[in-house]
């Protein structure tokens, strides 16, 4: 069954759970603001009125229903990436390709990285393309690194999480587009506070949880991850926290509980073993900053994705596919703003987050 038609069934789910109201509550539903997919509004609606449980049945009945093809192979192969441009030698990006997660022989152009941000010459942002397994191997994951030296990056807040008045704008601004190099989702929604905190601009929305995966941005715009409290702590450089989950990578070494963990580990909503659209970031032991996302990933698969990128410290960020949105940018001739997404299988519009965003994400700028 294809996307399409389960993800118009679990609309219709939803609705018909909400009962004989569901016509205005689809309508009021659908005015929530930002850019996010109808299915997204609706669902997100019913969890904020009582009805997670009964969304979270729905979704898990959708991904069943929905399993990712296995076998076969990319169609086109593996795509050339939009927007190349000449850049030097770097040694915060070596440029050795990925080795390919689907054994073997790697296809054209596979795990080969690609400058599409340069400052002065030097590779600012790199992406590369792979097949994420050795059984989903139709698919394709991207992988995007960032030089912390060349580019910035800042926690955005989303209008409903955390919702409230910000400094940061929830959208691109019209002055910040000229220097936007990356764009990308955060993580779980903040109403299940057992998932982590959220921390910005000298305000505690969520409580931070000791030992949880944190993604901690510095006010000089440098990223760092680690269990809270035990590798990353509060400081007077830090700008922002936004945990999620537990640690997914550490010490280059992906968790072994991705197999086995439950709800407290990975998210309750489909649990680490279904092979869906994830999203995680990490550090490599060069200062890289990396943003992996793709289809057809488990838990352990987005960890081994992160450490085939050479992450020694990473996490899971969020899931499905309304909601993980890696996006690159480049600046055209006539000063308009060219966005492209990561992976072919990308839901989410690359310009996602020139409009305000529902959810918090995060930006990386030209410094």
């Known amino acids: ?31 929530r603001p930002g850019a996010d997919s109808p299915v997204a509004k609706v669902a997100e609606w019913a969890r904020d009125h009582g009805l997670g449980d009964e969304v ?37 990006l070596p440029p050795a390709p990925l080795p390919p997660l689907a054994g073997g022989n790697p296809l054209p152009g596979e795990g080969m990285w690609r400058t599409v941000v340069a400052v002065g010459g030097r590779p600012a942002v790199q992406v590369a393309a792979l097949r994420p397994d050795a059984s989903h191997t139709s698919f394709v994951a991207g992988v995007m690194r960032m030089d912390p030296a060349l580019v910035r990056g800042q926690l955005r807040p989303g209008t409903i999480d955390p919702g409230g008045s910000w400094q940061a704008s929830a959208a691109l601004t019209a002055a910040e587009r000229a220097g936007t190099a990356v764009a990308f989702n955060a993580g779980f929604r903040l109403n299940d506070h057992s ?37 990353v702590r509060m400081g007077p450089t830090v700008a922002s926290v936004r945990q999620n989950l537990v640690p997914l990578v550490d010490d280059g070494q992906v968790n072994p509980s991705c197999a086995t963990g439950g709800p407290r580990e990975w998210g ?63 600046r055209q001739p006539d000063g308009s703003l060219s966005g492209h997404k990561l992976f072919p299988a990308e839901k989410v519009d690359a310009g996602h987050y020139l409009q305000p965003s529902s959810r918090d994400w995060f930006a990386w700028f030209v410094r």
């Open 195 to 231: 998932y982590g905190g959220y921390y910005s601009e000298g305000r505690t929305v969520v409580p931070l949880i000791d030992g949880d995966a944190s993604l901690v941005l510095h006010t000089d715009g440098t990223a760092d991850v680690g269990a809270w409290n035990r590798e």
């Open 1 to 31: 069954m294809g996307r399409l038609r389960t993800s118009v069934i679990a609309v219709l789910g939803v609705a018909a759970v909400v009962g004989a109201g569901a016509g205005g509550v689809v309508a009021e539903a659908l005015h």
């Open 268 to 330: 309750k909503t489909v649990g680490q073993t279904a092979y869906i659209h994830r999203s995680g970031f990490g550090i490599t032991n060069t200062g890289a900053e990396v943003y992996v996302a793709g289809p057809a990933l488990s838990v352990c698969t987005l960890g081994h994705l992160l450490t085939d990128a050479g992450v020694v410290r990473g996490m899971e960020l969020d899931i499905n596919p309304d909601w993980v949105s890696g996006a690159y940018f480049q």
């Open 56 to 92: 979270t049945w729905l979704e898990r009945w959708q991904y069943r229903l929905d399993q990712p093809a296995v076998g076969g192979a990319p169609a086109g192969g593996i795509p050339t990436p939009e927007g190349v441009v000449p850049a030097a030698a770097s040694a915060t």
